[in-house]
Structures are given as C-alpha cells and as structure tokens.
C-alpha cells in the first residue's frame, strides 16, 4: 500500500516568516494530494490540494507544488500569521474506483507573534 | 448546511463495555471512512465503505465493527476487544471518485475510565 512520510514534525517561524512542509510517498499510482489544516480538538479541514496532472497551484498565501518523478510534494505558508498555527497533514489518494487516503504523520507549525 | 456531523463530542467509556460512535452526512456521498488519531501520529483508517451494505477493514480494524446501512451513516461500534480504545475519532466521507477532498466531522473523544 501506499506511504506517506512528513517532515518536519514541529516547526516554529516568526510571523511573517514563510513555512514550508514536505512530505513523499511511494506509490506512483497516487493522483491525488491535499493538504489539510487541523485546529486544537477540530476535524481537519482542506486548505489546498493538487492533481498529479499539475506541477504547482497557489491560492494567496498557500501554494503546494508537486515532483512526481521523485514522488515528494510541499506545502509552502508565506506571510505567516498567528493564526496559522495549527496541525497541518498531507495525503496522498489513489483508486481508479473510490478514494483511498493515506495521511503523512502531520506538522505542528507554531507562528510566534 | 450539508455536512457531516459526529456525535458525542466526548464519550467516556468504562472498561469491557462496547461504545457506538455516530456519523451521519448530507453531503450525498457514497464514500465514507473512520480515523483514529493518537497523539503525535497521522490519521489510521479503521473502516471504509464505498457503498450502502458494503464496508472494507482499514489498517487497524481490530476491536472495531461498523455497520452502513443507509447511505446518510456510517456508525462505528468501538469493542471491548480493543485493549486501547481512548483516541480521537474522526469520520470522514467524500465522492466515490479518485480525486475527490475528504470532508471531516469534528470529532468523538473517546475516554475509557
């Protein structure tokens, strides 16, 4: 099956400072990558993702890029604010029927003030 | 407001009872998934089902059962043969189709006391 691993596992930047979050996976059968932001005893929720038919996409602060020849995607937070602190999981999905999700050990980015 | 809604929030559970935790979804998907999440560790899939009257054993389905017979809900039933129940449990559910986001519900805090 599919792995996905995640670096780093904490990470702490100044406010305003950019944040960047890696993570790689093993099965080239993956299509399919989001990203998700987990607030304290919150579900998570989906901040951006990526087809593996794309190299890159931006949504203001956030953009993730994607290498499939090397099988490794990140997440990069520019302008950091407070309130970006939060738990942060990458995934990657694949199934030409259904959708099976394997999820990165997750990052805990702090931003201080 | 289309969602998808655990309950309870925190449930306290003696030990050598079963507990049944709650996710129902208006979101009209066929897809729907059960995350157990401990501290410091991703997201590891205990159930999935792709469809009603059908569900598949995740990575850790020991000491679980699920049942899904209306498309809306997917309960899971945590065991009393699961030797370390307390952990936050996460639903998920999504479009049957590769390259879809998984929409999460808040949560159920299991404690065993």
């Known amino acids: 099956g599919e792995n996905v691993e995640q670096h780093p596992s904490t990470l702490s930047v100044q406010e305003g400072d950019s944040a960047v979050i890696k993570c790689t996976y093993s099965?080239?059968?993956?299509?399919?990558f989001p990203w998700y932001k987990q607030e304290l005893g919150k579900g998570p929720q989906l901040i951006i993702d990526?087809?593996?038919?794309?190299g890159e996409k931006k949504d203001q602060r956030i953009a993730v890029t994607l290498n499939k020849t090397a099988k490794h995607f990140s997440l990069h937070i520019t302008e950091t604010q407070p309130e970006d602190s939060a738990v942060y999981f990458c995934?990657?999905?694949?199934?030409?029927?259904?959708?099976?999700?394997?999820f990165g050990t997750g990052t805990s980015l702090t931003v201080i003030p | 407001d289309g969602g998808i809604t655990q309950s309870p929030k925190y449930l306290f559970r003696k030990e050598g009872q079963n507990v049944t935790l709650s996710c129902e979804q208006n979101?009209?998907?066929?897809?729907m998934y059960w995350y157990r999440q401990d501290p410091g560790q991703g997201l590891r899939l205990i159930y999935y089902?792709?469809?009603?009257?059908?569900?598949q054993k995740g990575d850790i389905a020991e000491g679980y059962s699920v049942s899904r017979e209306k498309k809306e809900s997917f309960p899971l039933t945590v065991t009393s043969a699961q030797k370390n129940p307390t952990a936050f449990y996460l639903c998920?559910?999504?479009?049957?189709?590769?390259?879809?986001?998984?929409?999460f519900g808040q949560g159920t805090r299991l404690t065993v006391v």
């Open positions: 979101l009209n998907h066929d897809a």
């Open positions: 099965d080239s059968a993956s299509n399919y």
């Open positions: 089902s792709q469809i009603v009257n059908d569900f």
């Open positions: 998920a559910s999504s479009k049957n189709r590769a390259g879809t986001e998984a929409f």
């Open positions: 995934a990657g999905a694949w199934g030409n029927t259904g959708n099976q999700f394997y």
């Open positions: 990526i087809r593996s038919n794309v």
